[in-house]
C-alpha cells in the first residue's frame, strides 16, 4: 500500500481505514476513487459502480489492452478482477436500495451536524444531476462524506444545518476531511480524530457546525 | 411441428419508419457505453426532431445522445445526469431543453413498473430532497398495518417513501453485442446497464446488434431480452469501441 503524500491522499488513506474485509464498497467519481490506492494489506474490498459492475479495480495502466465494454461511474474504461461480474442497472440498484452495500463514499458541497448532504445542485448554478447518489445514500449501510474541510473561499463545508438541496436527509454517518474525522451520532457531530498537524481548536474554528469533543480524541493517520 | 421464426432484420433506414416527431423515445446506455450509437445516428439521418428522451444520461458532447443534444432534436429529457456533456448543461440553463431529474435508481423502478403493468413504485430515495416536490408521499403506520398519505409538516412516525409512477415510452432504441435473427438479445458486460430494462416498457422495440446470429446459436438460458419483446433489428455500426 502507498504512503499518502498529499491532503487529498491523507482523506483517502484514512477513508479506507473504515472498509472490512469482504465489504462491498462504492467509490463516487473524483476524489473517492482515490481509495483504491489505500487499501490496507490484509484486507480484500469489492468495488460496486452502479452502473453494473461488482470487481472494479481502476483504470488499466499505461499501454496495457482497454478492456471493452467495462467502464466504472464516471464512464472511464476500468479493468475488472478475476471473480467480478456484470448485471443490469435496476438489478444495481436494487442492489444498493436494498442495503447490500456496505459503505459509499462520495464528496459534499456542504454536510451538516444531523447528517444532511447536498451535494448535486447548487440554487442558481447549472446542476449536473444527481446520478445514482440519492439511492447511494438511503440503500448503504454507511455513508461516509470526503471533503477539503473548508472551499477554496476558506468558508466550512461542514455546517449546523445545510440550506442547499439536499440528495440525502440523515444519511451521513462519517465525515473524513484533511483535518479530522467526524462522526455523525444521534447525540450530534462527534470528533473523534484529528490530523497530526493540527489542533481540536483549530478543527472546532473551522467547522460551521457545533461538535461533541470527546475527552479523549485520536489521530487520523 | 416447429415453424421457422420470422427474421426481424431491416435496414437503419427502414427501422426509422417506425420513428415520428414528438415520439417519446427511451435511449439506454452510460455515457459512452452501450449506446445505440446506430440508431440515434438514423434517428439523425431522417430528421426526426421534437423527441422526449428518457435516458440515463446524454452520453459526451458530439457523441451519441450528445448527436440530438448538438442538433437540438430534444425537447424534453428525463434523466439522472447530464455532467459528462456540457452541451447540455449549457441548453438546460439556455431553457433550449426542458428537463425532468430523476435518481437513477428511480428511472430503473419507473420503467420496470411500466414495463411490468405496476401502477408505481414506493421508493425512499429522495425523501426530503427537491425529488420528493409534487409527488405523494407515505408512511407505514405499525400498529395499524398499514400506510397513509403524510406531508413534511407532519412529524415522522415511521418509514416513508416517495410514490413514483411508471415510465413508458412510444419507441425503446437496444444495443445489444449479439442478436438473434428473430430479436433475442445478449448484452456484453457493463454496455447492458439500462438497455434490459428499457426494452420492456415501450410499444415499439428496435434493437441494433454488433453481430447477429442464426436463430437457435444463442443458448436459452444466457439470453437476456427474449426476442418476444423486441420488433425489429439491425445491425450496429461500431465508430468507436467503448
Given at each position: 500500500m502507498k504512503k499518502p503524500e498529499n491532503a487529498r491522499e491523507i482523506i483517502a488513506c484514512r477513508t479506507a481505514r473504515f472498509f472490512?474485509?469482504?465489504?462491498?464498497?462504492?467509490?463516487?467519481?473524483?476524489?473517492?476513487?482515490?481509495?483504491?490506492?489505500?487499501?490496507?494489506?490484509?484486507?480484500?474490498?469489492?468495488?460496486?459502480s452502479e452502473n453494473g459492475v461488482i470487481g472494479l479495480i481502476g483504470a488499466p495502466n499505461e499501454g496495457d489492452p482497454v478492456p471493452t465494454d467495462v467502464v466504472d461511474a464516471g464512464g472511464r474504461p476500468s479493468m475488472m478482477r478475476v471473480g467480478g461480474c456484470c448485471f443490469d442497472s435496476f438489478r444495481s440498484f436494487g442492489y444498493i436500495r436494498g442495503g447490500h452495500v456496505d459503505a459509499t463514499v462520495l464528496g459534499a458541497y456542504e454536510v451538516d451536524a444531523e447528517g444532511n448532504l447536498a451535494n448535486w445542485m447548487i440554487p442558481g448554478k447549472a446542476a449536473a444531476g444527481m446520478g445514482g447518489a440519492m439511492d447511494l445514500v438511503t440503500g448503504a449501510k454507511t455513508t461516509i462524506v470526503m471533503t477539503t474541510h473548508c472551499d477554496k473561499a476558506?468558508?466550512?463545508?461542514?455546517?449546523?444545518?445545510?440550506?442547499?438541496?439536499?440528495?440525502?436527509?440523515?444519511?451521513?454517518?462519517?465525515?473524513?476531511?484533511?483535518?479530522?474525522v467526524i462522526h455523525i451520532t444521534p447525540e450530534g457531530p462527534v470528533l473523534e480524530e484529528i490530523a497530526?498537524?493540527?489542533?481540536?481548536?483549530?478543527?472546532?474554528?473551522?467547522?460551521?457546525?457545533?461538535?461533541?469533543?470527546?475527552?479523549k480524541v485520536g489521530c487520523m493517520l | 411441428m416447429s415453424k421457422t421464426p420470422k427474421s426481424k432484420v431491416v435496414?437503419?433506414?427502414?427501422?426509422?419508419?417506425?420513428?415520428?416527431?414528438?415520439?417519446?423515445?427511451?435511449?439506454?446506455?452510460?455515457?459512452?457505453?452501450?449506446?445505440?450509437?446506430?440508431?440515434?445516428?438514423?434517428?439523425?439521418?431522417?430528421?426526426?426532431?421534437?423527441?422526449?428522451?428518457?435516458?440515463?444520461?446524454?452520453?459526451?458532447?458530439?457523441k451519441g445522445i450528445g448527436k440530438l443534444v448538438h442538433d437540438n432534436r430534444i425537447k424534453h429529457l428525463t434523466c439522472s445526469h447530464i455532467g459528462n456533456n456540457t452541451e447540455t448543461v449549457e441548453k438546460v440553463v439556455a431553457g433550449e431543453i426542458n428537463i425532468t431529474f430523476v435518481p437513477q435508481g428511480s428511472i430503473c423502478e419507473k420503467v420496470r413498473a411500466g414495463g411490468a403493468g405496476i401502477g408505481g413504485i414506493l421508493t425512499p430515495t429522495g425523501l426530503h430532497t427537491p425529488m420528493q416536490d409534487g409527488k405523494q408521499v407515505l408512511e407505514w403506520d405499525n400498529e395499524k398495518g398499514e400506510y397513509k398519505f403524510v406531508t413534511d409538516a407532519?412529524?415522522?412516525?415511521?418509514?416513508?417513501?416517495i410514490l413514483?409512477?411508471?415510465?413508458?415510452?412510444?419507441?425503446?432504441?437496444?444495443?445489444?453485442?449479439?442478436?438473434?435473427?428473430?430479436?433475442?438479445?445478449?448484452?456484453?458486460?457493463?454496455?447492458?446497464?439500462?438497455?434490459?430494462?428499457?426494452?420492456?416498457?415501450?410499444?415499439?422495440?428496435i434493437v441494433e446488434a454488433e453481430h447477429i446470429v442464426e436463430v437457435g446459436s444463442l443458448d436459452p438460458d444466457e439470453i437476456m431480452t427474449p426476442g418476444a419483446l423486441v420488433d425489429l433489428v439491425v445491425p450496429a455500426v461500431m465508430e468507436d469501441a467503448e
Open positions: 472490512k474485509d469482504g465489504d462491498l464498497v462504492n467509490l463516487g467519481i473524483g476524489m473517492p476513487t482515490l481509495c483504491l490506492d489505500f487499501i490496507p494489506d490484509d484486507i480484500d474490498v469489492w468495488f460496486d476558506g468558508n466550512p463545508k461542514i455546517v449546523q444545518k445545510t440550506e442547499l438541496p439536499l440528495t440525502g436527509w440523515h444519511v451521513v454517518d462519517y465525515i473524513v476531511s484533511e483535518l479530522a497530526p498537524n493540527t489542533t481540536v481548536e483549530e478543527v472546532v474554528a473551522k467547522t460551521g457546525a457545533k461538535l461533541i469533543v470527546p475527552e | 435496414t437503419v433506414e427502414q427501422a426509422m419508419e417506425h420513428c415520428y416527431d414528438g415520439m417519446t423515445v427511451m435511449l439506454p446506455g452510460f455515457v459512452n457505453c452501450g449506446v445505440p450509437q446506430t440508431l440515434i445516428e438514423g434517428l439523425m439521418k431522417a430528421g426526426i426532431k421534437d423527441l422526449h428522451v428518457i435516458s440515463n444520461n446524454t452520453s459526451v458532447k458530439g407532519d412529524p415522522v412516525k415511521g418509514k416513508r417513501y413514483e409512477l411508471p415510465l413508458h415510452a412510444d419507441v425503446c432504441f437496444v444495443h445489444a453485442y449479439k442478436a438473434d435473427k428473430m430479436g433475442n438479445v445478449q448484452y456484453h458486460r457493463t454496455a447492458r446497464n439500462f438497455n434490459e430494462i428499457f426494452a420492456t416498457a415501450a410499444d415499439f422495440v
